[in-house]
């Protein structure tokens, strides 16, 4: 039984780590490129899909964000305290990421392959 408890924690612990690499690399760069094509097709309108994709993207990153600041302030928590807070802070992150995707495609959509030049001869 003690085995089986050890085993479950790892398992748990693993499935937390992928799912937040998941949402940080996969799904937020999928979202800048999402909102970088709609900004850049002036003369094509967004289809279902790509709606759907774009808002599906958009909750994995706020999720993985807001299970990431709960599991690194509170350490156990039951299911209803884990969904109270994250309806609380729910606005919050979703406002973050939307920011934070929306300028770095806009950036891009604005200087489009400029941006190459700059970050090359910055770095």
């Known amino acids: 039984?003690?085995?089986?408890?050890?085993?479950?924690?790892?398992?748990?612990?693993?499935s937390l780590l992928l799912g937040s690499a998941e949402g940080k690399f996969e799904s937020k760069n999928q979202l800048s490129l999402q909102l970088f094509i709609a900004f850049t097709s002036p003369y094509r309108q967004s289809s279902t899909i790509q709606l759907i994709s774009m808002v599906t993207s958009l909750l994995m990153?706020?999720?993985?964000?807001?299970?990431?600041?709960?599991?690194?302030?509170h350490k156990k928590l039951t299911t209803e305290e884990e969904i109270g807070k994250s309806v609380v802070l729910l606005p919050l992150f979703l406002t973050q990421t939307i920011s934070e995707s929306g300028f770095l495609a806009l950036t891009f959509a604005l200087l489009q392959y400029n941006c190459i030049t700059m970050f090359v001869s910055i770095g």
Do not use: Q
């Open 61 to 73: 990153v706020t999720r993985t964000r807001i299970k990431e600041h709960i599991t690194a302030r």
């Open 1 to 14: 039984d003690v085995c089986k408890k050890g085993k479950d924690e790892k398992i748990k612990s693993w």
